[in-house]
């Protein structure tokens, strides 16, 4: 399975953007990159995903590299309720196998 | 819409017992998975479901763990007997269908307890 690298913790401040990195050098053509986060105590929740092409949604942007290697989530402005720990996951296209690294806790900072 | 239903959402239970979970995942969603998520770690799949049948089961010891999923809708995960290393959350996913294209939605979780 195609894995990624995440750093294990960044911090933000509170209305500032926030810029969430995923390495996924062995990515093959046809897996999509996730995002979920989790909250404590919660299930993970989906964000936003996509396959080379940058999307947005309500929630977050992802921009993805050209070489499809690297990725960013982006918070456009971080509040409190933000603080999570973020999964960056590689699911191939067809059936869908994916593996879960240990994500970035992200500290957002009044 | 209604998200993925679990219970309980706690269990605890001494080792060598049985425990069951049970997950009632989003209507009309044909793929349905289990994680298992010790804690500080990310979630990792033992079971994946399509409709009734299993698609993926390489990382369910099968030793102690089972899932079935008889009519395509609810599942249940059980192990028999338990050992202090499964204390965890397990938590049930389900998405419309298993293309890497569809966002996987997740319950709450269980979490289980081994004394």
């Known amino acids: 399975d195609a894995k990624t690298t995440q750093p294990n913790s960044m911090e933000s401040n509170e209305e500032e953007p926030v810029h969430l990195p995923c390495n996924h050098s062995?990515?093959?053509?046809?897996?999509?990159i996730h995002w979920y986060r989790q909250l404590p105590s919660q299930g993970p929740e989906y964000v936003i995903h996509?396959?080379?092409s940058n999307v947005n949604n309500r929630m977050a942007s992802l921009a993805i590299a050209e070489d499809r290697k690297s990725s960013t989530l982006i918070l456009h402005r971080a509040t409190l309720r933000d603080a999570a720990v973020y999964y960056c996951?590689?699911?191939?296209?067809?059936?869908?196998?994916?593996?879960f690294g240990d994500g970035t806790t992200l500290t957002v900072k009044p | 819409e209604a998200g993925v239903a679990q219970s309980p959402r706690y269990k605890i239970i001494e080792k060598r017992q049985s425990v069951a979970f049970w997950c009632n995942p989003i209507s009309g969603h044909a793929t349905l998975y289990w994680y298992q998520q010790i804690l500080g770690q990310g979630p990792k799949l033992l079971i994946q479901?399509?409709?009734?049948?299993?698609?993926?089961d390489s990382q369910l010891p099968k030793d102690r763990f089972s899932a079935e999923r008889l009519k395509g809708v609810d599942s249940t995960l059980k192990i028999q007997p338990a050992k202090l290393e499964d204390s965890a959350v397990y938590l049930c996913?389900?998405?419309?269908?298993?293309?890497?294209?569809?966002?996987?939605?997740f319950g709450d979780g269980t979490r289980l307890s081994i004394l």
């Open positions: 062995t990515i093959s053509g046809t897996d999509y």
């Open positions: 996913a389900s998405s419309l269908g298993p293309s890497g294209n569809q966002p996987q939605h």
């Open positions: 996509g396959l080379t």
């Open positions: 479901f399509q409709n009734n049948g299993v698609v993926d």
């Open positions: 996951i590689l699911r191939d296209a067809n059936a869908g196998k994916s593996t």
